[in-house]
């Protein structure tokens, strides 16, 4: 497959205001890219293309607010995207939320919404737009997945679902797109240093009091710049890297899952014990 074309080509990229997405934006204005930017936060992604604009006047930035926990809200930025371009050169399915909890401490609601925003709303984005992708030779998809898309720890069942559901589409996707030409990156950040974790959901059965401190260690992990991830993740796009682990924190958790499938979960749930509630059940504690 020939190397992916930026310049004079529009990118469709969701969760464009903050982190990863926001350079991202820049990063794809730098080559050339037209964009649509999408965000739930209007009033952060709006500086962002104002600055696009500012730094490079010949790029088109055309910006979408939308909740891509809504379907409609989905189906409404895809129906936006086609009747202004028929012809897409690059889909970037970044948008994600995280929720903190023990699976018997989330809601059925709360756990719907991470899998909405985080596999329903690429999965929905990226079918209805891939005859936009088809329609541009030597187009591409990028889905970005996570580490817990690699692995499982306790406390993150609805993330990890959600990025390991987002991560098996990409894996399909992948095959069934080659003949197309068009190239499907999977994308799995480490601790990158972004908004995520003052920004998680958290879930509505987990006790106040462990709320701050969990949020506080799982922030201190989050050191990898998103400039760096951002520009790995566009030099993966041109070259057509099939897979991206961004991060030693990405990469050592993917090398112990693969030597050790099932032992690795002693390991993470050791690392991780500081972070998930330990509260015990009312009988247990009794004992």
Known sequence: MTPYVFRGRTAVLTGAASGIGEQLAYGLADRGSNLVLVDVDGDRLKPVAERIGRVHPQVTVETIVADLSDRSAVDGVAAAVLTSY???????????????GRFDQVSVDEFETVMNVNFRAPMLLTHALLPALKAAPGSHLVNVSSLFGLIAPAGQSAYSASKFALRGLSQALHSELADDGIGVTTVHPGGIRTRIAESALVGSGVPAEEVGPNQKVFAKLLTFPPQKAARQILDAVGKRKARLLIASSAKV??????LLPVAHERIVRAATSATVSRTRAPQDAAR
Do not use: Q
């Not at 028929?86 to 903190?100: E, F, K, S, T």
């Not at 958790?253 to 693969?258: I, S």
């Open 86 to 100: 028929p012809r897409l050169g690059l889909l970037v399915n970044n948008a994600g939320i995280a929720l903190g």
């Open 253 to 258: 958790p993917d090398l112990l899952a693969r």
